[in-house]
């Protein structure tokens, strides 16, 4: 049997620097994103009450404000609640991260350790 291989093309790679440790150490799972918004790849999640996740933000009082995963790809959950991947465990640069108002570097660091997730400083 004669088999011909064709090529083309499916897309393009950009790395967006996210990833700051060893890739084969990343774990993720499908988290679902409540709606009313529009989050972005790197975006430091939290977990509300209802086991839905959203931009974590130190003022809220659902649960969301503690910091509990990174998002892995971008996600528009503004009209309806969206399935998407994010990252339980791994290192990831803190100058790639999204983080929510009232937070800081200093103030996700050390919860997010504790659940596997390392921010590193990435030093140019």
Not at 2 to 22: M, R, V
Not at 104 to 112: F, K
Request: glycine share 10%; aromatic share 4%; proline share 1%.
């Amino acid at each position: 049997m004669n088999y011909k291989a064709t090529l083309k093309t499916e897309g393009t790679l950009s790395h967006d620097k996210l990833i700051a440790g060893n890739a084969h150490l990343l774990v993720s799972r499908k988290v679902t994103i409540k709606s009313g918004q529009n989050v972005v790849r790197g975006a430091v999640l939290g977990k509300d009450g209802d086991g839905k996740y959203l931009l974590s933000l130190s003022a809220s009082n659902d649960g969301s404000q503690t910091p509990d995963l990174i998002l892995a790809e971008d996600c528009d959950a503004t009209s309806a609640d969206k399935t998407a991947i994010a990252y339980a465990r791994g290192d990831f640069a803190i100058q790639a991260l999204t983080i929510g108002t009232g937070h800081t570097a200093a103030s996700i660091t050390e919860g997010l350790r504790a659940k596997g997730i390392t921010i590193i400083n990435i030093v140019a």
